[in-house]
């Protein structure tokens, strides 16, 4: 198990992706901007028109269960670590009510809208590294180094 301790404070932001915007491309860019060190999605709601996902069954060696999907389809829950190695998990539905999910590769083309809260463990930073058993880069959370203001 990989744990920072007591926990952590919780800072707070709220963004809304706009129709045709790549949704993990505009939170990893969000991510960098405001120099998130341990970022999560806390929720979501929205539509895609289109999404490209790893299914359950993947592993390290057999990375190829991808599906790519066409919509128009609702956000019915994403959740995951945003740091620079994102580790995201999405279920849609589709016209009938139908749902899909997998792991995020990309591809998540907004549709009327995206709205997030988006939270982050000030006192964490939130790493990736390669773990034998898996075969994937899994988190590692650390406290935050300590920064000296009083120089």
């Given at each position: 198990?990989?744990?920072a301790g007591a926990g952590s404070a919780l800072q707070v932001h709220a963004i809304r992706v706009r129709p045709g915007q790549e949704l993990l491309g505009t939170l990893q860019a969000f991510v960098e901007v405001k120099r998130l060190r341990a970022p999560f999605i806390v929720t979501c709601v929205g539509s895609l028109t289109?999404?490209?996902?790893r299914l359950a069954n993947a592993t390290a060696t057999k990375t190829n269960e991808v599906?790519?999907?066409?919509?128009?389809?609702?956000i019915v829950s994403l959740v995951g670590t945003l740091n620079p190695d994102a580790h995201i998990h999405i279920s849609?539905?589709?016209?009938?009510?139908?749902?899909v999910g997998g792991h995020v590769l990309g591809d998540l083309e907004v549709f009327t809208t995206a709205e997030l809260v988006i939270g982050e463990a000030v006192d964490l930073e939130f790493t990736r590294e390669?773990?034998?058993?898996?075969?994937?880069?899994?988190?590692?959370?650390q406290p935050r180094p300590q920064t000296n203001q009083s120089a």
């Open positions: 198990m990989s744990s289109k999404a490209t996902l599906v790519h999907l066409s919509g128009p389809f609702e849609l539905s589709d016209f009938e009510g139908k749902t390669m773990d034998e058993q898996t075969g994937f880069p899994e988190l590692v959370v």
